[in-house]
């Protein structure tokens, strides 16, 4: 049985075509003979893909590096250490979250029982992006293969070398009869995406996730988008901005910027900018050195395609600190733009990549308004110890996740739903989430043939059985 769906350009040796109908077809057949469905498989496939990032932890780190020029220690930070933590917090709850969990009945229904089965959906696909190749392709994985599902992985062509080592590795260490991976780009993603999937977990820009939503509309099936956006920080008056400048810059400047929730911009009153931006500077320096080019530490951007429009955000007059650039290694400065507005370049798309624009405003109020303005984010940050603030941003902004006073780690916390709302997404994943969103919660009722009280109402109705109804199943308020 093949395992690996290459591209064309990749089958000239006389691998297997594309042909996602006979995909799809196969797959329903594996998942068809039910042997997705045990606790014993699931768990196997789980304890599997925790296995091969350990023992091919030199693999993905190489890969990584090719890719976006990932540090060895940043591979494991945010791709393979943070993945097996989430792989296993699943196994070690799975149990207890796939069992049938018994429901209360109103006192009409009784001796009625019912309980909620979460019963798998089928055959998943998911679509994952190049910026954290391993993470984003292998967090969803898991969470469809907990819930007993089988599943296609398209992983992004724009991360090549890690796309390639999941299809070479991945049959090694979960079953291949269940688990595909098709490599390849917008040809191959766009024939998986002219079948009826019973699920479809997109993970990257918007402009594609409409694209995503059009295909599965034409089948009914349900999709999970993880968007991205811009992400704002908020700094209050008041705070340690030596902590808040070093938080920020870690979050902004990992992997050079090219993360789904790194602080897109912060935004703040002149007198806190003014005493932010040489800590910023201080902080960037500290962690990339005086030449970051040379440092170990520091990404850089994934291809020449984004490292123009990068680039291209850039406006000489507004550089605060950075501002160079080398497009042969596709280097981009850690960079702060001051004095820009909302009308700015930088302010009209995600930037997603190591540049920072400052923003200024009046106040916490002004603040609430400008991210009120704009596209729901994935993430808002607020570096703040007043408790005044903190409510008002929970109380009047809308974002995927709110973390004060640290960017990123969020994502770390396997017990807390994570995605984005509005354009920074739809649906949830991680923990129990990521069962909950690849399987059915299906009720089953089971109603006992005696005593027969459903007699109730049955016709013919009578002014007694009229009464008994009104006063048992739908009793008045009181
Ligand atoms: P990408 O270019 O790798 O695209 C994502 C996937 O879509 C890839 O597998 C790609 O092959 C496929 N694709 C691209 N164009 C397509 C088309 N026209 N038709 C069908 N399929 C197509 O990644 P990207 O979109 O550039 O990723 C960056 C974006 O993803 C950013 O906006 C970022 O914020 C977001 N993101 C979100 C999360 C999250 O968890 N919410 C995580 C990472 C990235």
Same mark, same amino acid.
Request: a neutral charge; one cysteine or more.
């Given at each position: 049985?093949?395992?690996?769906?290459?591209?064309?350009?990749?089958?000239?040796?006389?691998?297997?075509?594309?042909?996602?109908?006979?995909?799809?077809?196969?797959?329903?057949?594996?998942?068809?003979?039910?042997?997705?469905?045990?606790?014993?498989?699931?768990?196997?496939?789980?304890?599997?893909?925790?296995?091969?990032?350990?023992?091919?932890?030199?693999?993905?780190?190489?890969?990584?590096?090719?890719?976006?020029?990932?540090?060895?220690?940043?591979?494991?930070?945010?791709?393979?250490?943070?993945?097996?933590?989430?792989?296993?917090?699943?196994?070690?709850?799975?149990?207890?979250?796939?069992?049938?969990?018994?429901?209360?009945?109103?006192?009409?229904?009784?001796?009625?029982?019912?309980?909620?089965?979460?019963?798998?959906?089928?055959?998943?696909?998911?679509?994952?992006?190049?910026?954290?190749?391993?993470?984003?392709?292998?967090?969803?994985?898991?969470?469809?293969?907990?819930?007993?599902? /089988?599943?296609?992985?398209?992983?992004?062509?724009?991360?090549?070398?890690?796309?390639?080592?999941?299809?070479?590795?991945?049959?090694?260490?979960?079953?291949?009869?269940?688990?595909?991976?098709?490599?390849?780009?917008?040809?191959?993603?766009?024939?998986?995406?002219?079948?009826?999937?019973?699920?479809?977990?997109?993970?990257?820009?918007?402009?594609?996730?409409?694209?995503?939503?059009?295909?599965?509309?034409?089948?009914?099936?349900?999709?999970?988008?993880?968007?991205?956006?811009?992400?704002?920080?908020?700094?209050?008056?008041?705070?340690?901005?030596?902590?808040?400048?070093?938080?920020?810059?870690?979050?902004?400047?990992?992997?050079?910027?090219?993360?789904?929730?790194?602080?897109?911009?912060?935004?703040?009153?002149?007198?806190?900018?003014?005493?932010?931006?040489?800590?910023?500077?201080? /902080?960037?320096?500290?962690?990339?050195?005086?030449?970051?080019?040379?440092?170990?530490?520091?990404?850089?951007?994934?291809?020449?395609?984004?490292?123009?429009?990068?680039?291209?955000?850039?406006?000489?007059?507004?550089?605060?600190?950075?501002?160079?650039?080398?497009?042969?290694?596709?280097?981009?400065?850690?960079?702060?733009?001051?004095?820009?507005?909302?009308?700015?370049?930088?302010?009209?798309?995600?930037?997603?990549?190591?540049?920072?624009?400052?923003?200024?405003?009046?106040?916490?109020?002004? /603040?609430?308004?400008?991210?009120?303005?704009?596209?729901?984010?994935?993430?808002?940050?607020?570096?703040?110890?007043?408790?005044?603030?903190?409510?008002?941003?929970?109380?009047?902004?809308?974002?995927?996740?709110?973390?004060?006073?640290?960017?990123?780690?969020?994502?770390?916390?396997?017990?807390?739903?994570?995605?984005?709302?509005? /354009?920074?997404?739809?649906?949830?994943?991680?923990?129990?989430?990521?069962?909950?969103?690849?399987?059915?919660?299906?009720?089953?009722?089971?109603?006992?043939?005696?005593?027969?009280?459903?007699?109730?109402?049955?016709?013919?109705?009578?002014?007694?059985?009229?009464?008994?109804?009104?006063?048992?199943?739908?009793?008045?308020?009181?």
């Amino acid at each position: 049985m093949t395992q690996t769906i290459r591209p064309p350009e990749a089958q000239a040796d006389g691998r297997d075509q594309l042909d996602a109908a006979l995909l799809l077809h196969e797959l329903r057949g594996v998942f068809g003979t039910g042997m997705t469905k045990p606790l014993a498989w699931r768990t196997a496939q789980l304890t599997g893909l925790r296995r091969m990032l350990s023992e091919q932890e030199a693999a993905f780190v190489e890969a990584l590096d090719a890719d976006l020029g990932k540090h060895s220690a940043e591979s494991w930070i945010t791709e393979l250490g943070y993945t097996s933590n989430e792989i296993t917090h699943v196994l070690k709850e799975l149990k207890s979250w796939t069992r049938p969990r018994s429901a209360p009945l109103p006192l009409w229904m009784r001796p009625a029982r019912a309980k909620v089965v979460r019963e798998p959906l089928g055959v998943v696909l998911v679509i994952s992006p190049w910026n954290y190749p391993v993470q984003l392709a292998l967090a969803p994985l898991a969470g469809a293969l907990a819930a007993g599902n /089988a599943v296609v992985l398209k992983p992004s062509e724009v991360a090549p070398a890690t796309s390639a080592t999941l299809a070479r590795l991945l049959p090694r260490y979960v079953d291949p009869a269940a688990v595909r991976v098709v490599e390849g780009g917008v040809p191959e993603t766009t024939e998986l995406l002219t079948q009826p999937w019973d699920h479809i977990f997109f993970t990257g820009n918007g402009t594609v996730g409409r694209v995503v939503l059009e295909a599965a509309a034409r089948h009914l099936t349900p999709v999970t988008l993880e968007l991205g956006g811009k992400s704002p920080a908020f700094v209050d008056e008041g705070v340690d901005l030596d902590t808040a400048a070093r938080r920020i810059v870690w979050g902004k400047y990992t992997n050079a910027g090219q993360t789904c929730v790194a602080p897109d911009y912060v935004i703040a009153t002149r007198r806190v900018l003014d005493a932010l931006k040489p800590l910023l500077d201080k /902080a960037i320096r500290d962690f990339y050195g005086e030449d970051p080019s040379q440092s170990d530490a520091y990404g850089r951007i994934v291809n020449e395609r984004h490292f123009g429009r990068i680039s291209r955000l850039i406006t000489e007059e507004h550089v605060a600190r950075g501002g160079g650039t080398d497009s042969e290694s596709r280097y981009i400065e850690p960079t702060v733009l001051d004095g820009v507005d909302g009308d700015h370049l930088a302010m009209q798309e995600e930037i997603f990549g190591p540049i920072l624009p400052l923003i200024e405003v009046s106040g916490v109020d002004a /603040a609430v308004e400008f991210i009120g303005a704009r596209d729901k984010p994935l993430a808002l940050y607020v570096f703040t110890s007043r408790g005044e603030t903190k409510r008002r941003f929970i109380r009047d902004t809308s974002s995927g996740a709110l973390t004060f006073n640290a960017p990123l780690v969020h994502m770390g916390a396997p017990s807390l739903p994570f995605g984005g709302v509005g /354009a920074s997404g739809m649906g949830k994943y991680h923990g129990e989430e990521s069962i909950a969103i690849f399987s059915h919660a299906k009720p089953v009722l089971d109603v006992p043939a005696k005593p027969d009280l459903l007699a109730a109402v049955y016709p013919p109705f009578t002014s007694i059985k009229e009464t008994l109804v009104r006063r048992f199943i739908a009793p008045p308020r009181r």
